[in-house]
């Protein structure tokens, strides 16, 4: 058997660390086995999925060491590698599963699927669909879809009995059917969901090894069972620990910078990162901490991937970065590393207009600058609440301009302040006395600095992002019940009355 093994990014947002971690991973696996490691792309989401992202994902992976065997980008034997590529595919194996009764039509409209959630939620029942399209004659269906009513495909579920499987790290793993939904296949504009095109790409490309997150062990008797409806023979499925943030959840966007473009962006060496990554879930032999990928490949044994999740501890990626600064640099390769980074012509050149007429002597250029290149500001709790407004609201405030940002995901100079006056607009605050003050502090971590907006598309999305969540915390954080009450009101367009 030749060992393959995969990663399947969505091309929906940037590119994530938990991405390259699992990467290595499978990389290593694949390799020290004398196998293949394939790059797909799972970019059937038409609202999110967008070509700059597919792009991000390519120099992302690529600047985290890692190559891949067959892709989109450089091709294979078992193409096309994106799935948006592939529906004639899916249509052909879900009429499969119809012929079979594996699967079925379901007609539940968006009322009646709202309306069986809040029954579920009245009872104290399960939330989920109740099944009632399930067993409809052909007649009905046949008479439905001649009056255009619009359908999705769901997997037909048992209803009693267990679904047993071997899971290379956790061991055996059981799941009563009664646990498991019936799973849309296939959306009503005949778009497969993930756990329908997964399973067909995976089988087709002959993927050996599915090894990816902890998250997806509940989603595994869904894919275990579409296996046996097409009479497959199921991979050897692997479900590493995941990441975790400080606060013992797993890493979000949400609460940490994730992007794999923070830490390139930020002057970390990617060796660094890579190796970093790998102690999160695996242990070396004789408890090593400082090895290279291709040490990794080389000494690489699955039985010494971890079982329980592993805090994304930055002091460690800071230690471990350092060393290899001292242990792979000279002060001459030092001075180049940095030139990449940011030190060179390009990046320069888009400080020169916003200090241009901002300093006395070149002396005063570091004092005005020296936030695009350090990673953590000076911050104040007077300078953070201007105007005499409280700590929750100044990080309501910064909360909601992240919200507002992410609609678009736009951080222009134009896009930044627009959004800075739909936020003054949002909480009925003045601009001048309390977002712009607020934004250079948060950002910036003084009072007064270069041209604010131009500074933050400079800065970089991550970067900026990463300063925002940075100075929520520094205020004390906002509670989930917080939370839920500025969404609510975020989502209604006013928020003036938390100023109250």
């Given at each position: 058997m030749v060992v393959r093994t995969r990663i399947a990014p969505s091309p929906t947002g940037d590119p994530h660390v938990g991405t390259l971690y699992t990467a290595i991973l499978n990389l290593a696996y694949a390799h020290h086995f004398g196998g293949q490691f394939i790059l797909r792309i799972e970019d059937t989401d038409k609202t999110r999925s967008r070509p700059e992202y597919e792009k991000n994902i390519f120099e992302a992976l690529k600047w985290g060491l890692i190559h891949w065997d067959e892709g989109p980008d450089i091709g294979g034997n078992f193409g096309p590698y994106r799935q948006s590529e592939r529906l004639d595919i899916y249509q052909k194996h879900i009429q499969i599963l119809l012929e079979k009764e594996k699967a079925y039509k379901c007609f539940a409209t968006p009322e009646e699927l709202r309306e069986m959630?809040?029954?579920?939620?009245?009872?104290?029942?399960?939330?989920?669909?109740?099944?009632?399209?399930?067993?409809?004659?052909?007649?009905?269906?046949?008479?439905?879809?001649?009056?255009?009513?619009?359908?999705?495909?769901?997997l037909k579920v048992p209803l009693t009995g267990m679904c047993t499987f071997e899971d290379g790290i956790k061991g055996t793993i059981t799941t009563p059917w009664a646990d498991v939904d019936d799973q849309v296949l296939m959306k009503s504009d005949g778009y497969p969901t993930y756990h329908f095109a997964n399973v067909v790409d995976d089988h087709l490309m002959q993927i050996t090894h599915v090894i990816r997150g902890d998250e997806w062990i509940s989603s595994t008797p869904k894919h275990i069972l579409l296996y046996e409806s097409f009479g497959w023979e199921k991979p050897s499925f692997l479900h590493i620990p995941l990441l975790l943030g400080k606060d013992g959840k797993k890493l979000s966007k949400r609460r940490n910078p994730t992007s794999i473009f923070f830490y390139k962006d930020s002057g970390y060496l990617p060796q660094a990162l890579a190796n970093f990554l790998t102690l999160m879930g695996y242990s070396m032999t004789g408890e090593k901490e400082i090895y290279s990928l291709q040490e990794l490949i080389q000494n690489f044994d699955p039985q010494r991937i971890g079982k329980s999740g592993a805090f994304f501890d930055i002091q460690k990626l800071n230690w471990l970065n350092q060393k290899y600064i001292i242990e792979t640099t000279t002060p001459s390769t030092l001075l180049e590393h940095l030139k990449r980074w940011q030190f060179n012509d390009i990046f320069m050149e888009k400080l020169m207009p916003l200090a241009h007429t901002r300093i006395k002597t070149f002396g005063d250029f570091f004092d005005l600058c020296n936030f695009f290149f350090i990673n953590t500001i000076p911050l104040s709790t007077e300078l953070l609440t201007p105007h005499n407004i409280t700590p929750e609201i100044s990080a309501s405030l910064l909360q909601t301009m992240l919200w507002i940002m992410e609609k678009t995901d736009i951080w222009s100079q134009d896009a930044v302040e627009k959004a800075s006056h739909d936020l003054a607009e949002l909480f009925k605050v003045p601009h001048k006395k309390v977002v712009i003050p607020l934004l250079y502090e948060a950002i910036m971590g003084k009072q007064f600095g270069p041209p604010l907006f131009a500074s933050i598309e400079i800065l970089g999305k991550e970067r900026a992002r990463a300063r925002l969540l940075q100075a929520i915390e520094f205020l004390g954080g906002l509670s989930k019940k917080k939370l839920d009450l500025l969404n609510k009101n975020f989502t209604k367009g006013d928020c003036s009355l938390l100023n109250h």
């Open positions: 959630r809040e029954v579920a939620q009245k009872t104290g029942q399960k939330v989920g669909y109740d099944r009632r399209y399930r067993n409809l004659s052909k007649e009905e269906i046949k008479k439905r879809e001649q009056e255009g009513q619009p359908y999705v495909i769901r």
